[in-house]
């Protein structure tokens, strides 16, 4: 069987760089704000609707655009009608995941100024059955699964909304008080569906230590397509970077096991 390493760096052209935080890249999610800006609008939003209980550090692996390779990966995953197609996405997802938080662990550690003893993830915000992709992709991680807190987050009755941020949109089981989490999704496109499920935990009695999220969609605009243009067509994409990247802790790290 292949390793995570083997898996992550055969598809890694189809990644892109996240830029880092600095003048014209919002210092949350690393979208484009307006210039003179430091969030981007809708980071601005879920501040204002979730009165600060936001999670200001995101960590996107990956730029991705609507209808390229990764978003078909993020898609695919979860609801490809082939079962083959769902588990070969399912595989990347993990091995993206354990091949990225394996080499910057300690990079959100000094960030945060703590690192995470627990991880969850974010619900589904519409009725699925059996388990939601994303956990059955974090359980391929051996390591990240032992750190993984079972039903710690679940989604209120009639599910979250996806553009409009409330702390009300999820409940966080008592097991989180006092935990330092790591929150994991797939994709972050206005954050709000995120920073409601960090709010929430955050409500609890939790420390939200990092957002981390697979890919982070693109919006055209033109401070982002510059970005894109200029910088992600001439710096390839390396596992040895990232968008919060300093100096590593020494601390643990992923098996990179073979899947």
């Not at 210039?35 to 995101?58: I, R, T």
């Not at 703590?114 to 051996?142: C, M, Y």
Request: aromatic fraction near 6%; charge should be neutral.
């Amino acid at each position: 069987m292949p390793t995570a390493r083997e898996i992550a760096d055969a598809k890694i052209a189809w990644l892109i760089p996240v830029p880092r935080s600095g003048v014209g890249v919002c210092s949350v999610c690393h979208n484009s704000p307006k210039p003179g800006y430091e969030k981007c609008y809708s980071c601005w939003q879920n501040e204002m609707a979730l009165g600060g209980e936001e999670c200001d550090l995101v960590v996107p692996i990956s730029l991705y655009r609507i209808g390229d390779q990764l978003h078909n990966v993020l898609r695919g995953y979860k609801d490809s009608p082939s079962a083959v197609v769902r588990e070969r996405h399912s595989l990347l997802v993990a091995a993206l995941l354990d091949r990225f938080l394996s080499a910057h662990r300690g990079c959100i550690h000094r960030a945060a100024g703590r690192d995470w003893d627990a991880v969850t993830s974010v619900p589904s915000s519409r009725e699925r059955q059996g388990t939601h992709p994303l956990v059955s992709a974090i359980a391929k991680v051996p390591w990240l699964h032992r750190e993984y807190l079972e039903d710690s987050l679940g989604a209120a009755p009639g599910g979250a909304a996806h553009n409009n941020a409330s702390a009300d949109d999820f409940g966080a089981s008592a097991a989180v008080k006092g935990r330092s989490m790591l929150l994991i999704e797939d994709s972050f496109v206005s954050g709000a569906k995120v920073q409601s499920a960090a709010a929430a935990l955050r409500r609890e009695g939790a420390r939200v230590v990092a957002i981390v999220t697979v890919g982070r969609v693109i919006n055209d605009n033109f401070l982002q397509a510059e970005y894109v243009a200029e910088v992600g067509g001439m710096q390839p994409f390396s596992f040895d970077d990232c968008c919060i990247h300093t100096s590593p802790i020494p601390g643990r790290a992923g098996s990179g096991g073979r899947y």
